[in-house]
């Protein structure tokens, strides 16, 4: 009796493709939603390190004096910077959690507020650096998305001016 050779390869063939084809559909069904969340926990902390820095340049200018000034390069990846007169706000919706839900942690001058948002899975961040003796006077766009260089100067009478250029 003779079998036929070739229908069995051609069978092995493509049961090898489809378990291939169903391995890797797994691996992106689980490594996607994964690779997302890294990627916006990794956009929130490098957020987080543009508040201090900017906070850094906002304080050594005011510290300097009248006159002083300082240009920085800012790049808003993600969600809304606004700036008003007594505070810097970023806000965006994340799968990012920073801090526990409901509940204010405070880093260094930087307030981390992190809250529920309707959709399952995904929090509405907020970081924010208050002024009590500084007033900022910014004159630009609000809300600040993409990147922007700002200068940054002591306009005197503990008012620092910030000017998108």
């Known amino acids: 009796m003779k079998t036929n050779k070739s229908g069995d390869i051609w069978i092995s063939a493509v049961l090898y493709i489809a378990m291939g084809i169903i391995i890797l559909s797994i691996v992106l069904a689980v490594g996607i939603p994964t690779i997302q969340k890294m990627r916006e926990d990794h956009l929130a902390k490098q957020t987080k390190e543009i508040m201090f820095i900017m906070d850094s340049n906002v304080r050594s200018v005011f510290n300097q004096g009248p006159g002083a000034q300082t240009q920085l390069k800012i790049k808003i990846g993600k969600g809304d910077l606004n700036i008003s007169s007594d505070k810097m706000t970023w806000k965006t919706r994340t ?15 930087l307030q981390i507020l992190t809250e529920d ?3 399952k899975g995904e929090y ?9 003796q500084i007033t900022l ?9 993409g990147t922007h260089l700002l200068s940054i100067s002591n306009t005197g009478g503990g008012e620092v001016k910030i000017t998108q250029l």
């Open 95 to 109: 799968k990012a959690l920073l801090s526990e839900p409901g509940i204010s942690v405070n880093e260094g001058n």
């Open 117 to 119: 948002s309707p959709q």
């Open 124 to 132: 509405d961040l907020s970081l924010s650096l208050v002024y009590t």
């Open 137 to 145: 006077n910014y004159t630009g766009i609000n809300p600040i998305k």
